[in-house]
């Protein structure tokens, strides 16, 4: 597993990757938030364990870089900043996981691996029985293409970038609709149809009222409901 560590504190650095790739993993080590940035854009990751509090660069503006340019490398945030603000924050600037320091490396290492359990070969996206090629932009159920719209599939998109997380409402807007003017409703009118196209594809996009969507597979989904 390739993994691109990026940390400034040149001690805990040199721990984790000794620790690291005592485990398997192929490292990346990088101190700096443009350097980062510039390996991150360069080559492919498997996750990207990012602190923010760089040099160079910050590290939610290096993430937001990232998710501008359509890297759906699962990221997690690893700082001493573990305040419910600053973990929002993250979120929602494209992070799929948290980890506030000090941490238990078991921990992280366990976050690392529920991270890659969503990407099928070849970096893939994978949902249930949905699939996102990046390479040809299209998205599958089992084997056949989707017919969605540009908005279904960029909305698709965001949420399967972050599957099993929730995904704010403004987050989505702006990935459908960017700068344009948009009502109040429309990502639930987007949503609405895309869940029409994904019957059968034995995932569920769930709605957490005045937060935002995600996107799960139907075992994930049914766990979630209230047991009567």
Same mark, same amino acid.
């Given at each position: 597993?390739?993994?691109?560590?990026? @940390?400034? +504190?040149?001690?805990?650095?040199?721990?984790?990757?000794?620790?690291?790739?005592?485990?398997?993993?192929?490292?990346?080590?990088?101190?700096?938030?443009?350097?980062?940035?510039?390996?991150? #854009?360069?080559?492919?990751?498997?996750?990207?364990?990012?602190?923010?509090?760089?040099?160079?660069?910050? !590290?939610?503006?290096?993430?937001?870089?990232?998710?501008? +340019?359509?890297?759906?490398?699962?990221?997690?945030?690893?700082?001493?900043?573990?305040?419910?603000?600053? #973990?929002?924050?993250?979120?929602? *600037?494209?992070?799929?996981?948290?980890?506030?320091?000090?941490?238990?490396? @078991?921990?992280?290492? *366990?976050?690392?691996?529920?991270?890659?359990?969503?990407?099928? #070969?070849?970096?893939?996206?994978?949902? !249930?029985?949905?699939?996102?090629?990046?390479?040809?932009?299209?998205?599958?159920?089992? /084997?056949?293409?989707?017919?969605?719209?540009?908005? @279904?599939?960029?909305?698709?998109?965001?949420?399967?970038?972050?599957?099993?997380?929730?995904?704010?409402?403004?987050?989505?807007? @702006?990935?459908?609709?960017?700068?344009? *003017?948009?009502?109040?409703?429309?990502?639930?009118?987007?949503?609405?149809?895309?869940?029409?196209?994904?019957?059968?594809?034995?995932?569920?996009?769930?709605?957490?009222?005045?937060?935002?969507?995600?996107?799960?597979?139907?075992?994930?989904?049914? *766990? /979630?409901?209230?047991?009567?």
């Amino acid at each position: 597993m390739k993994l691109l560590l990026v @940390e400034d +504190d040149f001690d805990l650095s040199g721990v984790l990757a000794r620790s690291l790739s005592s485990r398997g993993f192929e490292l990346l080590c990088c101190s700096d938030g443009l350097e980062a940035l510039a390996a991150a #854009r360069k080559k492919r990751f498997d996750v990207i364990v990012l602190d923010l509090s760089l040099p160079g660069l910050d !590290g939610l503006e290096l993430l937001r870089r990232l998710r501008d +340019d359509e890297n759906t490398t699962p990221v997690l945030i690893l700082t001493a900043r573990g305040a419910v603000g600053d #973990r929002i924050a993250g979120l929602n *600037a494209g992070a799929d996981d948290y980890l506030a320091k000090p941490f238990d490396l @078991e921990e992280m290492i *366990a976050r690392i691996g529920a991270l890659t359990r969503r990407l099928g #070969r070849n970096g893939e996206l994978r949902c !249930g029985r949905l699939r996102y090629d990046a390479a040809t932009n299209v998205f599958y159920k089992d /084997q056949s293409p989707l017919d969605l719209s540009q908005r @279904e599939a960029d909305l698709l998109k965001k949420l399967m970038s972050r599957v099993d997380h929730v995904v704010p409402r403004e987050v989505l807007r @702006e990935a459908v609709f960017g700068a344009d *003017a948009a009502q109040a409703d429309a990502v639930d009118v987007v949503v609405h149809r895309l869940r029409k196209k994904l019957v059968g594809a034995n995932v569920e996009v769930l709605n957490l009222r005045g937060v935002g969507y995600l996107l799960c597979d139907d075992a994930s989904a049914a *766990a /979630q409901r209230p047991t009567a």
